[in-house]
């Protein structure tokens, strides 16, 4: 199962970590958070691939001011990170910026293919958005599928099975036969993760995590991957990182050795 994690532009010594904890080569997203600045985004690509990982920058269309904006970001992440692939996505700004109000807008631009960024992921919400009805989500993304039919689908996290399985039936039905990374919360605090939860929309399987109460212990990822992988075949994950890089690298190894171990 291959597995990408996810930091922000402003995690520490972000470089030296991701060596200290994770396998060389794996795919690192680093995300645009609201006040996150281009130069800062930059930087974080920058280190995360001279550390020896693949640095895969989110776009977030509504930050950028101006298409020079976009190809001046574009021309560095490619030419001192090595990006050649990228999360183009609308972002959490409520008004634009500049002049890309949705991802559409950007990629429509042609920079991404002339800066040699040719592998491009799109975002996808089994639970829906917050800020935008599931039917317009399922039309932007058929659209965002013509214009790129290699792109590959990258989900945002939930809490139980069902939700991604049906969604992805759903667009399996609708002709979309893009590969999708199924995205997974890792280990964390249940108040940290119903924070980010309830700032991402994440509704209806919110209550997986409410059954469990207070609780001491880091609430972690297993329950859903067992229920996904008995419903469905899972090829590749997206882990967010809310409780930290170290939480999620010791479950990840801890993953791998199990899958790795014998059959009794």
């Known amino acids: 199962m291959d597995v990408s994690i996810e930091v922000t532009a402003r995690e520490r010594d972000v470089g030296a970590r991701l060596r200290d904890l994770f396998p060389r080569g794996m ?66 700004v409520a008004e634009p910026r500049g002049p890309f109000s949705s991802s559409r807008d950007v990629l429509k631009t ?30 932007a993304l058929h659209e ?50 119903l924070r980010f939860a309830q700032r991402c929309g994440i509704g209806n399987s919110m209550r997986a995590l409410r059954r469990r109460g207070v609780s001491l212990l880091d609430a972690k990822p297993d329950d859903l991957l067992r229920d996904l992988g008995q419903r469905m075949r899972i090829d590749a994950i997206h882990l967010y990182t809310f409780g930290g890089l170290r939480k999620a690298a010791f479950w990840l190894e801890s993953v791998r050795s199990f899958a790795q171990s014998p059959r009794r």
């Open 144 to 193: 965002k599928l013509v214009l790129l039919p290699d792109a590959e689908i990258v989900t945002q996290f939930c809490f139980e099975a069902a939700p991604v399985a049906d969604w992805i039936q759903r667009q399996r039905a609708a002709g979309i036969a893009a590969p999708v990374r199924i995205g997974i919360a890792g280990p964390a605090s249940i108040a940290t993760l």
């Open 27 to 92: 795919r690192v997203h680093v995300t645009f958070l609201p006040g996150d600045t281009l130069g800062s985004a930059q930087a974080a690509c920058i280190a995360v691939a001279r550390a020896g990982f693949e640095a895969v920058p989110h776009l977030t269309a509504r930050n950028f001011t101006t298409e020079d904006a976009l190809a001046q970001h574009l021309a560095r992440l490619s030419g001192e990170a090595g990006v050649k692939r990228a999360l183009a996505i609308g972002g959490d």
């Open 110 to 139: 042609g920079l991404l293919a002339r800066y040699g960024i040719g592998h491009i992921l799109i975002a996808g919400y089994p639970e829906g958005h917050p800020s935008v009805p599931g039917d317009a989500l399922d039309a």
